[in-house]
């Protein structure tokens, strides 16, 4: 309704309100909530690997026992036994780092958000992969920025397109700002940019004065690999890390963190402060009590073998009910990125699947330009194995009937309203933008 004449507020709105609109996909995802639909179309991390009897013994500690610092108002940098334990976390990734470095945050999410506001004015670029993560778009549209996505293969993002796009950004006047990259299993490719790629773009962005925001929720979730070297420990003045606990841990705690170069860090403290005084301190401290009392990397690996499982539950149904399409074999994460049939537009097939009960991501909704109609994003993190496999086998029979239906009536199907790829009016539904 925002933005239409049955609302008694439009006209109010800011100027970078108006880019914020719900989809006709949005209303969609209502249904696919509902448990008789499979749905791989949500970024939620499975909880039933937490061992919840010693979760919650560290809760009752922080209550029982810290009720003096974790029910306090803290500081906007961050609680420092949190920093400390980050400190330790961020070796995992080859950065060796002080707490006095590390800034805390509420979710990487706002991490995001927090660095627009200090870095992007509208109308200057942010430099993107192809696909990008949908959450990361919707903060840049937020602050007005002029995304820009880039050629990106199994590798990674292709460093010459970075040269060439910043150059010619720069002719036509607008200011670079930042080149976004999801390092590790990438939300929604699922791909990791390789060592060779890692290092080009750092030396890119330092020699065309680019920051380099690197987004690394998903290190730790690598099926059979340890994770590669942060692109951070390879020139900390010109890339910013973000960090999260959502995928190893817990999202509903909402604790990330951030390493930014001095002055950044700086100002991103005082946005912090502006934004919400302090990150939680029970999230920071119920984490950071987590991380020493637990044995909490056996925990990860336990992780990793359920998301592998169910990597493989997908990628067996994949390859057994829709070898027409292709699909990355991700190597860890949560994500893999179907192309599907020729002619088939997974905006405008996203209906008539929920009708068959499977529900998933469109590939538009992780593009601000017009592509990715014919991907769709498939998550297997949350379903059991088998609900995997029967959402794969439904999705399978919506795509048989939809080319059916395409070989009976052609183009005509296509002026289906939900086959628009505006922009900014792309899927970005309420529990799904992860
Ligand atoms: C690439 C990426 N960045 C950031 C986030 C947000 O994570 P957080 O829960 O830490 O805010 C997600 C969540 O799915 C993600 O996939």
């Known amino acids: 309704m925002a933005g239409t004449r049955l609302d008694r507020w439009h006209g109010a709105y800011s100027r970078r309100a108006s880019g914020m609109t719900a989809s006709a996909i949005r209303a969609l995802f209502a249904v696919a909530n509902r448990p008789e639909v499979v749905s791989l179309a949500g970024g939620m991390p499975t909880l039933e690997a937490l061992p919840l009897d010693d979760v919650a013994e560290v809760a009752a500690r922080c209550v029982r026992d810290d009720y003096a610092a974790s029910l306090q108002y803290g500081s906007a940098q961050g609680d420092p036994v949190a920093r400390e334990q980050v400190t330790d976390v961020m070796r995992d990734v080859a950065v060796s780092c002080h707490p006095d470095e590390v800034v805390m945050t509420t979710g990487s999410q706002h991490a995001l958000d927090l660095l ?41 993002l292709d460093p010459e397109a970075v040269v060439t796009a910043v150059r010619r950004e720069r002719d036509r006047g607008r200011r670079v700002k930042a080149l976004y990259v999801v390092p590790h299993h990438q939300n929604p490719s699922g791909g990791t940019t390789s060592i060779e790629r890692r290092q080009r773009l750092v030396e890119l962005c330092r020699e065309e004065r680019v920051l380099l925001v690197e987004d690394d929720p998903y290190a730790h979730l690598g099926f059979s690999s340890d994770p590669l070297p942060a692109m951070q ?47 939680s301190a029970f999230g920071q401290r119920f984490v950071a009590s987590y991380l020493a009392s637990t044995d909490w990397r056996s925990r990860v690996k336990v992780l990793r073998e359920v998301y592998r499982e169910r990597r493989d539950a997908m990628l067996e149904a994949l390859d057994r009910y829709l070898p027409a399409a ?30 068959g009960r ?77």
Not at 252 to 270: D, F, N
Request: aromatic share 8%.
């Open 116 to 156: 627009t506001r200090i870095m992007v004015d509208p109308g200057d670029v942010v430099l993107v992969e192809s696909p990008s993560y949908v959450g990361a778009l919707g903060v840049f549209r937020s602050y007005e920025a002029a995304i820009v996505h880039l050629p990106t293969d199994h590798a990674g």
């Open 233 to 279: 420990s390879m020139d900390p003045e010109t890339v910013v890390y973000l960090g999260s606990f959502s995928k190893t841990f817990a999202p509903g705690l909402r604790v990330g963190w951030v390493l930014a170069p001095t002055a950044i860090r700086a100002k991103l403290v005082l946005a912090a402060e502006a934004s919400v005084l302090c990150p």
């Open 326 to 355: 292709s699909y990355t074999r991700p190597a860890g994460g949560f994500f893999t990125w179907v192309d599907l049939p020729d002619g088939i537009d997974g905006a405008a097939m996203l209906p008539r699947a929920v009708q």
């Open 358 to 434: 499977v529900a998933y991501v469109p590939g538009t909704a992780f593009f601000d330009d017009d592509q990715g109609g014919s991907h769709v994003r498939l998550s297997f993190c949350f379903p059991p194995p088998e609900r995997i496999t029967e959402g794969v086998r439904r999705l399978a029979a919506v795509v048989d009937s939809e080319l059916e239906l395409r070989e009976a009536f052609g183009d005509a199907l296509t002026d289906s309203p939900l086959a628009t790829h505006e922009h900014g009016n792309v899927d970005r539904p309420p529990t799904d933008t992860t």
